[in-house]
């Protein structure tokens, strides 16, 4: 039976709504959260990122609910800005966005602020040990973006700039992904630009261990690299609890189906 739960098909809006909005399931969401995360906004915004994709419909409840414990465990809610929540035919997977991985950053003990800059073909930037010297002329036109940088502060008043991001350098992050032609990289181009740059130069700064496991889980859901044919969700109690909900959310329409095959 429980393997029957974990891959069904969702067969309408109306049971993932029941589902999500259950106090079972928003018992497990809030258990899995950090303390700053509240889970009715998170459960609010998870209903309205359901209904502006309706090929969520599609995906199954185990996939589904997968995505939401993985997001509720980093902090991070499935808004379209922070993550963002993509149907790969009946699978749901998740994509950190680049306001997402700048809050994890933000949220660690050593940072005092990181923040992502986007340089223009008429600007002016020269980089040299660390240091980016960047300036523009405020009231002319700038032109079209052709890289970003990042610049972290430390909590002991120390600053560092990234070495810039280029236009080939997103290009390269694009086409690595399967959905590099759509979704996120499509509708939210220099946004996913900054985002691979910060997730670039997170891997070099000294973070604290709870955010650099956040990093590494967002790698894992990261369907740049992780969707495959032999892909299967990884086991996980608190999924398994979630996904118990599903029978009981469903026990009226399983009686119902049972009288039908009679």
């Not at 800005?81 to 997402?100: D, E, N, S, W």
């Not at 630009?193 to 130069?201: E, M």
């Not at 892909?231 to 026990?251: C, D, F, G, Q, R």
Request: aromatic share 6%; proline share 5%; net charge negative.
């Amino acid at each position: 039976n429980q393997r029957k739960m974990s891959n069904q098909i969702t067969k309408s809006d109306k049971t993932l709504r029941a589902l999500i909005t259950s106090d079972a399931a928003k018992a497990q969401i809030s258990t899995a959260m950090p303390s700053y995360l509240s889970p009715d906004i998170f459960i609010r915004v998870t209903l309205t990122t359901l209904n502006k994709t309706p090929k969520l419909q599609k995906c199954t409840q185990g996939s589904f609910t997968e995505c939401l414990l993985d997001l509720a465990s980093m902090g991070i809610v499935p808004d379209g800005r922070q993550a963002h929540l993509i149907p790969y035919g009946t699978t749901c997977k998740v994509m950190v966005g680049f306001q997402g991985f700048l809050d994890m950053v933000r949220r660690d003990e050593n940072v005092s602020d990181v923040e992502v800059f986007t340089i223009r073909e008429n600007d002016t930037a020269t980089f040299h040990n660390g240091e980016l010297d960047h300036s523009f002329n405020a009231v002319a036109e700038r032109g079209e973006v052709v890289g970003t940088y990042t610049r972290i502060s430390w909590i002991d008043g120390t600053k560092r700039c990234g070495e810039p991001f280029l236009k080939e350098d997103a290009e390269k992050a694009r086409a690595s992904s399967q959905s590099g032609n759509s979704g996120p990289w499509k509708d939210h181009y220099v946004e996913m630009w900054k985002k691979s740059n910060i997730r670039r130069d997170s891997k070099m700064w000294p973070l604290s261990p709870e955010t650099l496991d956040k990093i590494r889980k967002s790698d894992e859901l990261d369907p740049i690299r992780n969707i495959t044919p032999d892909h299967k969700p990884k086991p996980e109690t608190s999924i398994a609890n979630l996904e118990n909900l599903i029978e009981e959310t469903e026990v009226v329409e399983e009686v119902e189906d049972e009288a039908t095959d009679e």
